[in-house]
């Protein structure tokens, strides 16, 4: 009688998670712009436990609740903390000094050595978390 021969099936490599990506953009960046990255990631987190971490356009991180809470780019001057829906969140603090112009989009831009509001970021993510969860979707056109 022949044994059932059984073997192992090679695991498959497995692709890395967004959060996977954004630690490797903060690695790969080795210096003040990756420090800048992790801190701001850090708060976002703190602000929104249910925050979602996403990879979008060709390298960008994204944190969402209900819709995109921000983006977090990396220029040679500046990390970049683009809110979404920017213009509808309260920015008590004057936190947004960057895309001030368009209806929709806000942003911030962390220059090297330069101080954040932790505070002030938490709260205007948890702003921005709530424009997300109480916004009415756009209607459709044909809609009554």
């Given at each position: 009688?022949k044994?059932?021969?059984?073997?192992?099936?090679?695991a498959?490599?497995?692709?890395?998670?967004?959060?996977?990506?954004?630690?490797?953009?903060?690695?790969?960046?080795?210096?003040?712009?990756?420090?800048?990255?992790?801190?701001?990631?850090?708060?976002?987190?703190?602000a929104?436990?249910?925050?979602v971490?996403?990879?979008?356009?060709?390298g960008?991180?994204?944190?969402?609740?209900a819709?995109?809470?921000?983006?977090?780019?990396?220029?040679?001057?500046?990390?970049?903390?683009?809110?979404a829906?920017?213009?509808?969140?309260?920015d008590?603090?004057k936190?947004?000094?960057?895309?001030?112009?368009?209806n929709?989009?806000?942003?911030?831009?962390?220059?090297?050595?330069?101080?954040?509001?932790?505070?002030?970021l938490?709260?205007?993510?948890?702003?921005?978390?709530?424009?997300?969860?109480?916004?009415?979707p756009?209607?459709?056109?044909?809609?009554?």
């Open positions: 009688m044994r059932a021969v059984t073997t192992k099936k090679e498959e490599p497995k692709e890395p998670s967004p959060s996977d990506l954004i630690d490797a953009r903060i690695n790969e960046l080795g210096d003040w712009r990756g420090e800048t990255l992790a801190r701001v990631r850090a708060i976002i987190r703190e929104d436990p249910d925050v971490e996403t990879w979008k356009w060709r960008v991180p994204v944190w969402e609740d819709g995109i809470i921000c983006t977090g780019e990396t220029y040679k001057a500046v990390v970049k903390l683009t809110f829906k920017g213009a509808s969140v309260e008590p603090a936190l947004f000094n960057s895309s001030l112009e368009g929709t989009r806000r942003a911030i831009d962390i220059r090297e050595g330069e101080q954040i509001d932790e505070a002030a938490r709260a205007l993510v948890q702003a921005a978390v709530l424009v997300n969860k109480t916004r009415k756009a209607s459709k056109k044909g809609d009554a």
